[in-house]
């Protein structure tokens, strides 16, 4: 502490005489008449830095890291004979696209809810390296008000209190028996319905999908997520294309080894008459820092 003040002692020196030496300038004594103006100004000076300076301990300069999102792809093939494709009523190509969006958007959201960590095929789920917030004991309203407290309050700590725009992530079933608890035992009035009927908790907004695990609640901040998934889907079809006909590991149709290798059973849509549908689409998510999720599960008021 001496030391300091030593510093900002001498550092008030040196305003003061280059303030002397600056009074002697011809320009500033026709404005000020006087060198002591000049030192008057270099003290003055002197004082205010230190006083910034001062006001300034406990803040430090945070330093901003890039993320980088490597696309990654989602893909669906289907295929169909070409009679089928030719006479089916309504017609067989467009209900195969549909499907495909549907079941998609259920694969997806399938990733992103889980806890499983990026790789080089998918990105994090947002449970990814986020320990479960145990849930509030002994049912009821007061097991529901446990639930939303400790949520909130895992986001306010992991977040400094700077929560921007938190959103709960539940099941359906999940929103109904919050809504349906009653204020006491046996009875009384529904608390929390006439908000979630408005799609909200606690005044954050509800995103209730079916994807989401029954018994689970999640509480994301939005502000901190980043997705960079590609606006629509790309669809091509084809009658030439050789494919390998496996829904859960589809690998290369043959790979070189010791031995070689080729993926079975594989069809040319060619040979056999068929068409091939196939859906693209370029995705990849993410988080802009951490502690923006809490969630937890095996609830008690459900």
């Known amino acids: 502490m001496k030391s300091i003040a030593i510093i900002r002692a001498l550092f008030l020196g040196m305003c003061m005489v280059a303030g002397y030496a600056i009074s002697n300038r011809e320009e500033f004594l026709q404005v000020a008449h006087h060198e002591a103006w000049g030192m008057l100004m270099g003290f003055g000076f002197g004082g205010l830095l230190i006083a910034v300076d001062e006001m300034l301990k406990g803040f430090s300069l945070r330093a901003f890291t890039a993320i980088t999102f490597t696309p990654k792809k989602?893909?669906?093939?289907?295929?169909?004979?070409?009679?089928?494709?030719?006479?089916?009523?309504?017609?067989?190509?467009?209900?195969?696209?549909?499907?495909?969006?549907?079941?998609?958007?259920?694969?997806?959201?399938?990733?992103?809810?889980?806890?499983?960590?990026?790789?080089?095929?998918?990105?994090?789920?947002?449970?990814?390296?986020?320990?479960?917030?145990?849930?509030?004991?002994?049912?009821?309203?007061?097991?529901?008000?446990?639930?939303?407290?400790?949520?909130?309050?895992?986001?306010?700590?992991?977040?400094?209190?700077?929560?921007?725009?938190?959103?709960?992530?539940?099941?359906?079933?999940?929103?109904?028996?919050?809504?349906?608890?009653?204020?006491?035992?046996?009875?009384?009035?529904?608390?929390?319905?006439?908000?979630?009927?408005?799609?909200?908790?606690?005044?954050?907004?509800?995103?209730?999908?079916?994807n989401v695990t029954a018994d689970t609640m999640l509480l994301v901040d939005a502000a901190d997520f980043v997705s960079v998934t590609g606006d629509t889907p790309r669809f091509d079809v084809s009658d030439q294309a050789t494919i390998h006909m496996e829904d859960t590991t589809p690998l290369a149709i043959s790979t070189a080894g010791s031995p070689n290798t080729v993926a079975a059973p594989v069809r040319s849509l060619w040979q056999t008459d068929c068409v091939g549908v196939r859906m693209l689409l370029d995705l990849n998510w993410g988080l802009r820092r951490t502690g923006v999720v809490s969630w937890t599960q095996t609830m008690t008021w459900n």
Do not use: C
């Open 74 to 210: 989602m893909g669906v093939i289907s295929s169909m004979t070409r009679d089928i494709a030719e006479h089916s009523t309504p017609a067989i190509e467009g209900l195969i696209r549909q499907a495909i969006v549907e079941d998609t958007a259920v694969a997806i959201d399938s990733v992103l809810l889980d806890a499983t960590a990026a790789t080089t095929t998918r990105p994090a789920g947002l449970k990814a390296g986020v320990a479960a917030t145990t849930a509030t004991a002994a049912g009821g309203i007061n097991a529901l008000i446990g639930d939303i407290r400790g949520l909130t309050g895992a986001l306010i700590t992991g977040t400094n209190g700077n929560m921007r725009s938190p959103v709960w992530i539940m099941n359906p079933a999940d929103v109904l028996a919050a809504s349906l608890l009653p204020a006491t035992a046996g009875g009384g009035e529904f608390p929390f319905k006439t908000e979630l009927t408005g799609g909200t908790l606690q005044g954050f907004p509800v995103i209730a999908s079916s």
